[in-house]
């Protein structure tokens, strides 16, 4: 199960990075990654704004707030390409 989400994690990150390129050549920048915040507010607009609201309720400290807008600015891909890495040497299987 956990090469199977390291495939699909990898898949992900894989696509991302053509679709980050498509846009990129399109405007004649030089390549950059999408941030997170940016591809959640891209596939459902509605959950991202309602998501700051309840952040804003449940943080009492104040130290949610910024963790979370660090993981919103990051690159999107080098999550999913993390992620996949990290299932995948979840899924290494142990020699005896």
């Known amino acids: 199960m956990s090469k199977l989400m390291a495939v699909l994690f990898f898949g992900a990150a894989a696509v991302r990075v053509w679709f ?9 920048d030089p390549f950059r990654f999408a941030q997170t915040g940016a591809v959640w507010a891209e596939i459902h607009a509605a959950s991202f704004e309602a998501f700051q609201p309840t952040m804003e309720q449940n943080n009492e400290l104040g130290i949610l707030d910024s963790a979370i807008s660090q993981v919103l600015m990051t690159p999107l891909a ?3 390409f993390g992620l996949s890495l990290v299932f995948w040497f979840l899924g290494r299987r142990k020699k005896s």
């Open 78 to 80: 080098p999550i999913l």
């Open 20 to 28: 980050d390129w498509q846009a990129t050549i399109s405007q004649a």
